[in-house]
């Protein structure tokens, strides 16, 4: 399974009952797509006089969705940041992020649950997450002065210094940006510099939906 926002938060609130006592206010939930780092707990600490223990602020639980997960799976991977959560909400000072309070605490809620919360988690059996619907690829075609046709994948983050390098280029007649989830373009590597490959100018043409323009846009 995927875990979903809705999910996290139903499950904290049905295991904050069962497991600590109601104690746990809710904290944020967030999503990511770490592959080594399932689940993370993360909050702001402050400290005055007048406090015996830290103040904790932007407190988050954030699960990772990259791997398709049995919920049982999913579910030790949220009780195990519930503990970290449950130490640093309670001010307990351990031995390490991992240490003798939290071992304890894991190793109670395996034994009298059945639960299989663990420290670290071997990854290398699970399956990734496969991506559903056709990918987006930003696409640059160019149109030499010579009459020559490219085409060219680009990374997003590369496009702006890519487009200056277009433009400094006198041998670049036109070009265009597409956004296409042509599968086409599949084999076609996400370039970071201005690489292209030469295509007839048929595939040029259906690439950009039409006769190139003039100007450059």
Same mark, same amino acid.
């Given at each position: 399974?995927?875990?979903?926002?809705? *999910?996290?938060?139903?499950?904290? /609130?049905?295991?904050? +009952?069962?497991?600590?006592?109601?104690?746990?206010?809710?904290?944020?939930?967030?999503?990511?797509?770490?592959?080594?780092?399932?689940?993370?707990?993360?909050?702001?600490?402050?400290?005055?006089?007048?406090?015996?223990?830290?103040?904790?602020?932007? $407190?988050?639980?954030?699960?990772?969705?990259? *791997?398709?997960?049995?919920?049982?799976? $999913?579910? @030790?991977?949220?009780?195990?940041?519930?503990?970290? *959560? &449950?130490? =640093? &909400?309670?001010?307990?000072?351990?031995?390490?992020?991992?240490?003798?309070?939290?071992?304890?605490?894991?190793?109670?809620? @395996?034994? =009298?649950?059945?639960?299989?919360?663990?420290?670290?988690? +071997?990854?290398?059996?699970? /399956?990734?997450?496969?991506?559903?619907?056709?990918?987006?690829?930003?696409?640059?075609?160019?149109?030499?002065?010579?009459?020559? $046709?490219?085409?060219?994948?680009? @990374?997003?983050? &590369?496009?702006?210094?890519?487009?200056?390098?277009?433009?400094?280029?006198?041998?670049? /007649?036109?070009?265009?940006?597409?956004?296409?989830?042509?599968?086409?373009?599949?084999?076609?590597?996400?370039?970071?510099?201005?690489? /292209?490959?030469?295509?007839?100018?048929?595939?040029?043409?259906?690439?950009?939906?039409?006769?190139?323009?003039?100007?450059?846009?």
């Amino acid at each position: 399974m995927k875990p979903t926002l809705q *999910y996290i938060s139903r499950q904290f /609130a049905e295991f904050n +009952d069962a497991y600590f006592n109601g104690e746990l206010p809710q904290p944020a939930f967030a999503l990511g797509k770490a592959r080594t780092v399932l689940g993370q707990f993360s909050c702001r600490r402050s400290r005055t006089w007048l406090l015996r223990r830290p103040r904790l602020s932007g $407190c988050t639980i954030k699960m990772s969705t990259y *791997y398709d997960l049995a919920e049982r799976e $999913c579910q @030790n991977v949220l009780l195990h940041e519930m503990i970290h *959560y &449950y130490i =640093a &909400y309670k001010g307990i000072r351990d031995t390490s992020p991992h240490g003798r309070v939290f071992r304890s605490m894991m190793e109670r809620l @395996n034994a =009298a649950h059945g639960w299989d919360i663990r420290v670290r988690t +071997d990854t290398s059996r699970w /399956a990734k997450v496969e991506a559903t619907g056709p990918k987006a690829r930003l696409v640059l075609a160019l149109a030499m002065a010579d009459g020559r $046709c490219y085409l060219s994948v680009v @990374n997003p983050k &590369y496009r702006m210094a890519i487009e200056r390098e277009v433009l400094r280029n006198k041998a670049i /007649a036109s070009h265009r940006w597409v956004a296409t989830a042509d599968e086409f373009f599949s084999d076609f590597p996400a370039v970071r510099t201005l690489r /292209a490959r030469r295509v007839p100018r048929e595939t040029y043409l259906r690439a950009i939906g039409g006769a190139p323009q003039k100007d450059n846009t």
